[in-house]
């Protein structure tokens, strides 16, 4: 199982980027995939959850309404757009999958310690 996150860079505030999470080795349409980021001297922490069997969402409230996720079932392909950045945006980005029970009581979480197989992250600055 592999995830990896690509996309970043660096914008100016107001500006716009869309990060990639690439998924493979498992079923792409069962799996709750996650946002997460992590600034320096800070605890990593969610942004943004999704999960692909109904389509349903959790946003953090830092980001409620400026980001979007949305996933690709095609392409095995998470994706994060992310919308009038902030400085306090800025961050390394990592998308992980969540590894708690997809039984018949899932439901959706976005807490980091309930992900897992962080891929190498992608970094975003941006600048004022």
């Known amino acids: 199982v592999q995830l990896q996150a690509s996309g970043g860079g660096t914008v100016q505030a107001g500006g716009s980027l869309r990060l990639s999470c690439a998924v493979s080795g498992l079923y792409f349409d069962d799996q709750a995939i996650g946002w997460f980021r992590q600034a320096p001297g800070k605890e990593r922490e969610e942004v943004s959850c999704i999960a692909n069997s109904d389509g349903s969402k959790l946003y953090a409230d830092s980001v409620k309404g400026r980001f979007t996720i949305y996933s690709d079932h095609v392409k095995n392909m998470a994706y994060l757009q992310m919308n009038s950045l902030k400085p306090e945006d800025t961050a390394i980005y990592y998308c992980?999958?969540?590894?708690?029970?997809?039984?018949?009581?899932?439901?959706?979480?976005?807490?980091?310690?309930?992900?897992?197989?962080w891929g190498k992250g992608t970094l975003v600055t941006v600048s004022s």
């Open positions: 992980a999958r969540y590894t708690g029970d997809y039984g018949l009581a899932f439901l959706l979480t976005c807490g980091p310690q309930s992900y897992g197989y």
